[in-house]
């Protein structure tokens, strides 16, 4: 039973779309993170929070733009969709502190075309 | 620069051969953990290990710690077809709340 949720799972949708990728954890996590990976490739960082109205950006630049406004909640949007933002896109969630292992989602996996 | 190198970065194998995924810094961790993937779905925590020269194991894999933790391994013996995803070792340094991804292993075992 997953305790992090992400929808939608697939999603084909056109250039210059505005599209939101949702990530909702039942945890009580404070911290959430978005990861862009291509299929069977290292995890690139894009944006992250520790709490509820904190969001930094990771350390690989993104279009896409994140919002915390309850703790269990964390989207991603991306105002203008382009071919190159086609990715899987993973969110996970981890308690406070530095030793706490990560529990992702089972993704969205995002063609633009 | 990334800070965790995985080696290697692709292995293929046949069904009962053993196998030893490296995961190798400069830096020192304060812990270190290992994670894996399937295809379509998201990474899987397998283990966190904190103390240098520590070793973990779970059923058959076994997981070590270095002595200056910087560096861990894990080692598959007897791999199944099941064993087959991506590998990714992550560790907390210094004073950062956030973990670092290594590059990734795939294991490919065969039938």
């Known amino acids: 039973e997953a305790d992090i949720y992400q929808t939608p799972r697939y999603l084909v949708i056109g250039t210059g779309k505005k599209i939101t990728l949702e990530c909702s954890q039942t945890m009580g996590h404070d911290k959430m993170y978005w990861y862009q990976q291509d299929p069977g490739m290292e995890l690139h960082l894009i944006h992250y929070s520790y709490g509820v109205n904190s969001t930094e950006k990771g350390d690989l630049s993104s279009e896409s733009t994140v919002s915390r406004i309850r703790t269990e909640h964390f989207p991603l949007t991306l105002e203008s969709a382009r071919p190159s933002h086609t990715s899987q896109y993973l969110c996970a969630s981890s308690p406070q502190g530095a030793i706490g292992g990560y529990t992702f989602g089972s993704g969205t996996r995002l063609t633009v075309v | ?111």
């Open chain 2, 1 to 111: 620069t990334q800070l965790l190198e995985q080696s290697p970065q692709f292995l293929s194998i046949q069904e009962g051969e053993n196998l030893t995924v490296y995961c190798n810094s400069s830096s020192v961790f304060s812990s270190l953990q290992w994670y894996r993937q399937e295809p379509g779905e998201g990474p899987v925590l397998l283990v966190t290990v904190v103390t240098g020269g520590e070793v973990k194991k779970l059923k058959r894999l076994t997981f070590q710690f270095g002595d200056a933790r910087k560096d861990s391994s894990l080692h598959i013996t007897a791999a199944q077809p099941g064993d087959t995803g991506l590998y990714l070792c992550a560790g907390y340094t210094g004073t950062a709340s956030k973990l670092t991804f290594g590059t990734g292993t795939r294991l490919q075992v065969t039938l």
